[in-house]
T-cell receptor, first 114, second 112 residues
Framework: AQSVTQPDIHITVSEGASLELRCNYSYGATPYLFWYVQSPGQGLQLLLKYFSGDTLVQGIKGFEAEFKRSQSSFNLRKPSVHWSDAAEYFCAVGVIAGYSTLTFGKGTMLLVSP | ETGVTQTPRHLVMGMTNKKSLKCEQHLGHNAMYWYKQSAKKPLELMFVYNFKEQTENNSVPSRFSPECPNSSHLFLHLHTLQPEDSALYLC???????????FGSGTRLTVV
């Protein structure tokens, strides 16, 4: 069965500093990988996704993620964090089973300090 | 507006009540999902409907009963819930060749 590990429950970053959120997955085939963001009291918004091709994926709000097959990782990065980026971030792996289902990690809460 | 609308946004119900959560999408997607989000736990997939047919039920207790009358609407009927069922219930939709979900804002359910 597929699984997703986000090893950091909380991360605090100073505004303007760079950010990297870690995600490792376990899946027997080529994965479809996603990052979502959730603001308090809201649903999840898709930041970016990887299906195939270029392993560096650009997303919305200045985020990018890099797929590294050898490390089973799909880390999310942003060069300069803004206070509005404070939210919870979820990594997910897609499973092809006739329909799409996503398995999510537990999430990483990003706190941005002034 | 995300394209997936969930009502109500907040719901408080007693353990003997019967209530329903509603989800509506007008994105032309062919699959709809119910997820449960509890504190400190990963999102739990509850039900999947693909072309109005229920294709997955992840061992969800029978006090949760889904209904998908058409490809745009999804309901979650609730009865005799327990306090541990208090959570954020998220609806999502997708188109199979996309594999990404569009989520609603969720219904915050509190069982008292």
């Amino acid at each position: 069965a597929q699984s997703v590990t986000q090893p950091d429950i909380h991360i605090t970053v100073s505004e303007g500093a760079s950010l990297e959120l870690r995600c490792n997955y376990s899946y027997g085939a080529t994965p479809y990988l996603f990052w979502y963001v959730q603001s308090p009291g809201q649903g999840l918004q898709l930041l970016l996704k990887y299906f195939s091709g270029d392993t560096l994926v650009q997303g919305i709000k200045g985020f990018e993620a890099e797929f590294k097959r050898s490390q089973s990782s799909f880390n999310l990065r942003k060069p300069s964090v803004h206070w509005s980026d404070a939210a919870e971030y979820f990594c997910a792996v897609g499973v092809i089973a006739g329909y799409s289902t996503l398995t999510f990690g537990k999430g990483t809460m990003l706190l941005v300090s002034p | 507006e995300t394209g997936v609308t969930q009502t109500p946004r907040h719901l408080v119900m007693g353990m003997t009540n019967k209530k329903s959560l509603k989800c509506e999408q007008h994105l032309g997607h062919n699959a709809m999902y119910w997820y449960k989000q509890s504190a400190k736990k990963p999102l739990e997939l509850m039900f999947v409907y693909n072309f109005k047919e229920q294709t997955e039920n992840n061992s969800v207790p029978s006090r949760f009963s889904p209904e998908c009358p058409n490809s745009s609407h999804l309901f979650l009927h609730l009865h005799t819930l327990q306090p541990e069922d208090s959570a954020l219930y998220l609806c999502a939709s997708s188109q199979d060749n996309n594999y990404g979900y569009t989520f609603g804002s969720g219904t915050r359910l509190t069982v008292v």
